[in-house]
């Protein structure tokens, strides 16, 4: 039975030598990297517009309480019906349950990370619903029975080839391996199934407090074909997606979009304030918002990391950071990957399981810098290696670092190290690049540099 | 009951919520708490000195519109009168092969509708999703133009419902120029005073056609909603 | 002026040359060095890895050995943020608080030191080869060094400084993150050392000696047609 952590490492040490994985993922980025860049320089002044945006989620998290009952006040008021679910599990229940009154049969989703961090889709299956992805990149990993890639770009890591394959395997429809061609035969599968469906979830990018209304930001327009023709629409939301005012959304939809995907604005940016209203001749006629919390009050609680909470997981820190990069979303194991994922990961899921998540990542700070609400993303991977080894250390670690202390510390024992470490390094000829070498992590696929004939110190000495 | 324990679980939450917030957190953009005033939300002027620029002339603002739903794959028309706005329209038509309009009835949607002289499903009264569904085009209003970004802003109310102007393969809007509005502050401010008193069940800004890049990041206009967006403005 | 040079670990033992050019150079400008006898680590790697009472241990010596300094230079973009931006943090909440806060202002790392301090950008030094540039993370984004390193190898006689596409990427090194994720990390540095020798660079050339053991390490394994120098032995070269 393989733990989250050994996980990992198998998967990290077979994608890290795949050069064609890191060539695949290499050319996806490269798109993205040139149109996000524009972006960013098209702002009048993008630094100062994240330290806005940070202030805005800073002022929405920090009094979570209130807003999220002046969101709910004002949902509520126009005949949404709002549920608490504090935990996975009475998420899906929830869900299960307005299924179930419902009748339903099929259901289309739209794209929505927390129905995969509380894995609805299996519930559902399991309880004999049709559920059906609407996202072409979900749809596509749906077909293939694997988690998505990233959390913007589901199939980032799949040719064109392998998707006409998997079509061709699970539809019986695949005209050739060119994009549009594919691209259209999901449109004709999916507009049967949204005029079916009797229940469209979806999920949701910002809530807003004070109009009630939930934001949902996509390029298809599968979310808003999803949130038009079933008669019920469920939407689950994070607690923490509340943002105060309407008009925030001026800052964040083009801040979005512009990390997101490189775009000035998504296709459709859509603000859902209720059920179908007196007057409207289509739309659900209920609507249904399951707020969740599933250990987010547990992150709230830490105000060294609540900032973490502001994320509004636009992947920006996914595309820049050099181990997701290399060793892909999978690798991960859970929903939330990239340097976002190894911060909340071990406080959502248990520090000792997930906190290699934390440890693996050189600290660049590339994520940090790149984050458009400034979470202190790279620092807080230090604080989960400080609460993990405090709350379980490893004894040889800590040990190691204990003898160090006073060799680090006196210039005797330093000097005593030196010499040493040259004879060491004589006999370490030997068993470089073996199993028995101590080294071996390093020298397995790097050269050591020797120990200088004179160090420093040695030198330093001599002058005086 | 069910009903109590859904009660007790916001009420749950919100405890749980408010003991999480009785530790202050730092403020941002500051890592060594110097003492600071508390962050205020930004006002309009505030998003004006961050966002991308936009001209201050209606000139200016035409032309980035102009320019960037051209950039967006939409097509954007600008017409001095209705006749020619109709004209256009009947070219499209016949160019199209349209025989099925689905429309509302929108200020500027009846003279279109009936220039056509084409069956047209109306959504301001009940419709069937499938007969949309078959629809060659939708014709709507709008409530406004955004040139910051080439966007069309619609609402459920003002553009014919939810489906309308994203279930047909094409999306003709019909604009006037006193709609276009510079930016997103503009737009949101627009919002709050049309509808502030009771808004729609849905708001959308829409920018160009339905696309997506999930192949390769290679794209492709028609994901779901439209193919085709075009903006026809007096 | 009075200067303290804090010379890391790495450099002690295995590029004294770099610690030795600084002194001179230093010297040169007319400043005289001094460099703590006690304190050979600065702490971070039992920082990194979460085990901050340990680190604690290795850092006292260096804050008691620095206290009082004029100013202090530190020969390593790495440890110049773990004496400049991480000892604040680690320390927090001790008796040592407030001596790691005086500390922070008045350390500088070495070309930031030149450039940012002394208002020194020409060194007088001669180096004739075509070099590209990699900016160490901790130097990069916890000290904002981008610059300083740059105007200093402009002045340098004959030199040909070519950017590389992933200047700013991570090599993979990050401490016992090389050790504990080693495959992750050699990645990490094929996907840079193919980015220099795009360049046709001769040298790679950093303010971090750690950067430059990963990426020299993989170069001598792999037989690459490039080297790597630190920039203080460039601008040392007359």
Redesign the interface.
């Known amino acids: 039975m393989s733990t989250p952590a050994t996980q990992f ?1 198998q998967d ?2 077979r994608l ?2 795949d050069l064609r994985h ?1 060539q695949t993922i290499q ?2 980025m490269g ?2 990297e040139v149109a996000r860049d524009q972006r960013k320089a ?5 630094q ?2 994240r ?2 945006a ?6 929405a ?5 209130r807003h ?2 002046q969101f709910v006040r004002n949902i509520e008021a ?1 005949g949404t019906k709002v ?4 935990t996975a599990q ?1 998420a899906r229940d929830l869900i299960l ?1 307005i299924l179930r009154e419902k009748n339903a049969r099929v259901i289309v989703k739209s794209k929505a990370m927390t129905s995969e961090e509380i894995h609805l889709n299996e519930a559902m299956e399991q309880s004999g619903y049709e559920v059906v992805e ?4 979900e749809f ?1 990993v749906q077909l293939r029975e694997e988690p998505p890639y990233h959390i913007v ?4 890591h ?3 080839d392998e ?1 006409k394959d998997v079509f061709q395997r699970k539809l019986g429809d695949a005209p050739s391996n060119n ?2 061609e ?3 035969v ?2 004709r599968v ?2 049967e199934k ?2 079916q469906a009797d229940v469209g979830i979806t999920g949701a990018n910002f809530a807003i407090a004070e ?1 009630g ?1 939930l934001s949902i930001t996509e ?4 979310a ?2 999803t ?3 079933p008669r019920t629409m469920i939407t689950l939301v994070g ?1 923490e997606k509340v943002l ?8 964040f ?2 801040m979005l979009s512009a990390m997101g ?1 490189g ?15 007196a ?5 659900p006629e209920e ?1 249904h918002v399951v ?1 969740l ?1 599933n250990h987010r ?2 992150l ?2 830490d ?2 990391q ?2 973490s909470l ?1 994320c509004i997981r636009c992947g920006a820190c996914l595309n820049v950071c ?2 997701f990069r ?2 892909g979303g999978h690798t991960y194991g859970t929903t939330y990957s990239g340097p976002i994922g190894a911060v909340i990961t071990p406080n959502l899921r248990g520090l000792n399981d997930w906190k290699h998540l934390s ?8 994520c ?2 790149t984050c458009p ?2 979470i ?1 993303l790279h ?1 807080h991977l ?1 604080q ?7 709350q379980k ?1 490893s004894w040889w ?2 040990a190691a ?2 003898a ?2 006073p ?5 005797a024992l ?1 000097s005593l190290v ?1 010499k040493m ?1 040259r004879l060491g390094q004589k006999l370490h000829g030997f068993v470089k690049g073996s199993r028995l070498d101590p080294a071996y ?2 020298t ?9 004939q ?7 000495r001599t002058r005086s | 009951m ?1 009903e109590d324990a ?1 009660v007790s ?2 009420d ?3 405890v ?6 009785s ?7 500051q ?1 060594h708490g110097t003492a600071r005033e ?5 006002s ?1 002027a ?8 936009v001209g201050q002339s209606f000139d200016e603002q035409l032309a980035l519109f102009r320019a ?1 739903a051209a950039e967006l794959c939409g097509e954007f028309r600008l017409f001095n009168d209705l006749d020619a706005l109709v004209a256009e329209l009947k070219g499209l038509c016949a160019a199209e092969g349209w025989q099925r309009l689905a429309s509302h009835g929108g200020e500027l949607t009846g003279a279109a509708c009936q220039a056509l002289g084409l069956p047209v499903l109306l ?5 069937d ?2 007969e949309l ?1 078959a629809c060659d085009v939708g014709i709507t209003d709008c409530d406004a133009l955004v040139a ?4 069309v802003l619609v609402t ?2 003002s553009a014919g ?4 102007s ?2 047909p393969p094409h999306h003709v809007v019909l604009a006037r120029r006193e709609q276009l509005v510079p ?3 503009a ?3 627009l ?2 005073a049309k509808y502030g008193g ?21 794209l ?1 206009l ?5 193919k085709k967006l075009t903006i026809l403005c007096l | 002026m009075k200067v303290t040079l804090f ?1 890391p ?1 790495f ?7 770099v ?2 050019a600084m ?1 001179r150079i230093l010297e040169k400008l007319g400043h005289t060095v001094v ?1 703590p ?5 600065c ?1 971070q ?8 009472d ?2 604690r ?2 850092a006292i ?1 260096v804050l008691e050995s620095l206290q009082g300094a004029e100013v202090v230079v530190i020969a390593s973009g790495s440890c110049g943020a773990m004496l400049k931006v991480f000892y604040p ?1 680690l320390f927090a909440g001790t008796k040592y608080e407030a001596m790691a806060r005086e500390l922070a202002p008045k350390c500088y790392e070495f070309s930031a030191f030149l450039v940012n301090k002394l208002g020194v950008a020409d060194l007088g030094a001669r180096f004739p080869h075509k070099v590209t540039f990699h900016d160490g ?2 130097g ?3 000290l904002n060094n981008k610059r300083p390193p740059r105007e200093l190898l402009a002045k340098v006689r004959g030199l040909e400084l070519v950017e590389m596409g992933a200047a ?3 090599c ?4 016992t ?13 094929d ?1 840079k050392c193919a980015s220099a020798l795009e360049t046709s660079a001769e040298y790679i050339v950093s303010c971090d000696s750690s950067c430059l ?2 990426i ?3 170069i ?2 792999q037989h690459k047609p490039i080297k790597t120098i630190h920039l203080a032995e460039i601008l040392i070269q007359q």
């Open positions: 490492n990290a040490r890290s030598a890191r050319t996806a798109k993205y098209a702002f009048h002044d993008w100062a517009a330290q806005m940070a202030e805005t989620k800073w002022e998290v920090n009094h979570l309480d999220l009952e126009r549920h608490w679910a504090g009475e349950g609407s996202d072409l990149g596509i770009f589901p199939a980032m799949l040719t064109r998707i994009p549009e594919l691209t259209m999901a449109r999916l507009r949204y005029l109009t209304m390029n298809e327009g599968n808003r074909l949130a038009a023709l607690i105060p005012r309407l008009e925030d959304l001026a800052l939809l083009p995907t775009q000035t604005l998504s296709c459709y940016n859509t603000m859902y304030g209720g059920p179908r209203q007057g409207e001749t289509d739309g609507y707020l919390d009050t547990a709230l609680a105000a060294e609540r900032d502001h050099p181990i290399n060793v440890y693996a990542s050189s600290l660049c700070g590339a940090t810098e609400v400034k202190n620092h230090l989960n290696r400080r609460n993990a080894s405090r250390p670690q800590k670092f204990k160090f202390a060799l680090a510390t006196r210039p330093w030196t470490g992590a390093w397995k696929t790097r050269d050591l540099p020797p120990i200088a004179r160090t420093f110190k040695e030198w330093w | 069910v859904l679980e916001r749950n939450m919100l749980r919520i408010r003991e999480a917030l530790v202050a957190a730092p403020l941002p953009g890592d508390m962050p205020v939300l930004s309009i505030d998003q004006r000195r961050v966002l991308p620029a960037n959504t301001d009264q009940a419709f999703k499938r569904a910051q970004t080439g966007s459920s109310r419902g939810r489906a309308l994203v279930l930016d997103l502050p737009a949101f401010a919002l709050k009771g808004y729609p069940s849905m708001i959308s800004f829409i920018t160009g056609p339905s696309r997506t890049g999930d192949i390769e990041r290679i492709v028609g994901a779901h909603g439209p | 010379i670990c450099i002690d033992l295995f590029y004294p040359q610690g030795v002194v460099c006898e006690g304190p050979a680590c702490g790697p039992a920082f990194n890895t979460g085990y901050w340990e680190s241990e290795v010596k943090d993370c901790h990069l984004r916890e700013e990427t991570c993979g090194f990050g401490g993150f090389s050790a504990k994720f080693p495959m992750i990390s050699t990645a990490m540095g996907v053991m990963q020299q390490g993989l001598d394994r």
